[in-house]
């Protein structure tokens, strides 16, 4: 994953990436952020709104996708699915107004949703503090019960999702709400340096004691599970796997204008008929 995000980080500045890129995704999605149609959203979602049937994308409004995420689990919950879903959402995102709208319906229902606030202690450019009177985020839920989660220690984190899932589907529960306190090395955007609002120092502070794939390999070492020698060549299998999946998204093909219409519903449930919408046969939409 972060070697997928220092292939974005390269290919924004290279002008490949356009608009907006938040990065933070997985290796498959490179070709989506380059517009191209093989793209998870065939080239038309970017960073912000990639979809697929388990994954309801990004938001153009901050704190939006949370009640996105509280009705989708009132759909699970309504199918009688043994399932739930994760509502991810920032820490400056946590002070928005529909959140809290979100907890509410959530905890009425008693639905199967996690709301996972990402405390990285900065929003776009301004310190937590500054903005929101109180930053522990996993109290905010009222009744809904919180856990603060070290997000820096990977092992922490998969014990913390899998504990919140047995909570909302096996014991039936209803919400839970889950804070990890983590930390990002680089801006918000990459419109953000990053820069204006702490100090290298203390990135670099960060970046040396509380590197969460650093943690990771020094308990396997102390463990006896892998030596450093053992665990390098995993670095170097990863950085050719992204290198390749970049390569590839790289020959993929600019979606068609005609496209632009197309796939406004999920694949293969599209009405014959769509507002705005008008086709003669052999022309262009309009």
Known sequence: MRRMEMAADALYKAK??????????????IAELLGRKGGMSQGKGGSMHIFT???????????????????AAFAQQYKGEKNCTFAMYGDGASDQGQVFE?????????????????NNKYGMGTLAERCSSDTAYFTRGDKIPGLQVNGMDIIAAKQAVAYARKWAVDDQNGPLVLEFVTYRYGGHSMSDPGTTYRTREEVQRMRSTQDPI??????????????????KPIDKEAKATVDKVVEEAKASPEPPVEDLWKDVYYKGTEPKFLRGREREEGHRFY
């Open 102 to 118: 979100a907890y509410n319906m959530a905890k009425l229902w008693n639905l199967p949703t996690i709301f996972v606030s990402e």
């Open 214 to 231: 650093r943690g990771l390999q020094r308990y396997l070492e102390e463990w006896g599970v892998a030596t450093e020698q053992e665990l």
């Open 53 to 71: 049937p388990s994954f309801f994308g990004g938001n153009g409004i901050v704190g939006a996708q949370v009640p996105v995420g509280a009705g």
């Open 16 to 29: 490949a990436i356009r608009g907006f890129c938040h990065i933070g995704y997985w290796a498959s999605v």
